[in-house]
């Protein structure tokens, strides 16, 4: 009994840490392998938060402000998927990841341009909490992919990204 106890925990085990392995596929509905080339190298990450949880809590010190704000962010984040395509050169990618996007009432929330690579980010939303957050960015031979699944509010999201500016401009004043 004992012995058919081990294996059941140890078979749940691999089961659950399954999930948050390093695969070379993709990960996200949008992207056909076969629209690929054959050079372009493919890296895909899901990692659940309740296994990020408890590794990043006894990272964190108390008392710090943004240690703080990172302890509320992981709060609302339920899941974070990840994705890279190296060596790609091909711009149907992007066109695929726009038809998704409208495909799934996704609504861009900004869109920029920097040092030649383009951001995109685009929310679900379901009144005003945000769902999905969804990146995009694309450069000449690169692109990088990220969803994550959140319970956050636009309000908290704003106060997140305030609070990162005033930290910024505090360091740039010392």
Do not use: W
Not at 16 to 29: A, E, G, H, T, W
Not at 54 to 60: I, R, S, T, Y
Not at 97 to 118: P, T
């Amino acid at each position: 009994m004992k012995r058919l106890k081990i294996c059941f925990l140890l078979l749940m085990t691999s089961v659950l840490m399954q999930s948050c392995l390093v695969k070379s596929r993709p990960n996200m509905d949008f992207v056909n392998r076969h629209h690929l080339s054959k050079e372009a190298a493919v890296v895909s990450l899901n990692v659940p938060t309740y296994l990020v949880r408890p590794f990043v809590k006894n990272a964190l010190k108390d008392g710090d402000e943004d240690q703080e704000l990172i302890r509320f962010a992981l709060k609302k984040l339920k899941r974070v998927k990840m994705m890279t395509i190296s060596n790609s050169k091909n711009e149907r990618l992007m066109k695929d990841f726009q038809k998704y996007l409208i495909r799934n009432r996704f609504e861009e929330m900004a869109s920029l341009y920097s040092d030649g690579a383009r951001i995109s980010i685009n929310g679900k939303f379901k009144g005003n909490r945000i769902k999905r957050l969804m990146l995009g960015i694309a450069d000449d031979e690169d692109l990088v992919f990220v969803d994550i699944k959140s319970d956050l509010s636009i309000e908290e999201l704003s106060d997140m990204i305030q609070h990162y500016e005033g930290q910024q401009k505090r360091k740039a004043n010392m």
